[in-house]
């Protein structure tokens, strides 16, 4: 079964950095385009990043631009999201999604920045 697994958060100050890592398995790592989102409290979950299966292309949205980067290793199944200059509205519980038939989700893991 399709299995998403995610890292790396923490509490970080403002203008800090973090690396949040994805573990996929039960699926095809290598051709599937992977998927970033966040959930902040009270707002709707929303996408942060995709990057293609070769990692070729990557987009973000436009609050993240020039601040956040997607990578992948293919030989291990891995995607992250490096997270530059983050700010207090970066807080937010951070997934990854790869659509295999149907979508699929991670548990998450918590992003707080904050001094």
């Known amino acids: 079964q399709v299995q998403l697994v995610e890292s790396g958060g923490g509490l970080v100050q403002p203008g800090g950095s973090l690396r949040l890592s994805c573990a996929g398995s039960?699926?095809?790592?290598?051709?599937?385009?992977m998927t970033w989102y966040r959930q902040a409290p009270g707002k709707e979950r929303e996408l942060v990043g995709q990057?293609?299966?070769?990692?070729?292309?990557?987009n973000f949205r436009d609050s993240v631009k020039g601040r956040f980067t997607i990578s992948r290793d293919n030989a291990k199944n891995t995607v992250y999201l490096q997270m530059n200059s983050l700010k207090p509205e970066d807080t937010a519980m951070y997934y990854c999604?790869?659509?295999?038939?149907?979508?699929?989700w991670g548990n998450g893991t918590q992003v707080t920045v904050s001094s």
């Open positions: 039960g699926f095809l790592f290598r051709i599937s385009g």
């Open positions: 999604s790869v659509v295999w038939g149907e979508t699929y």
């Open positions: 990057i293609a299966s070769l990692g070729q292309s990557t």
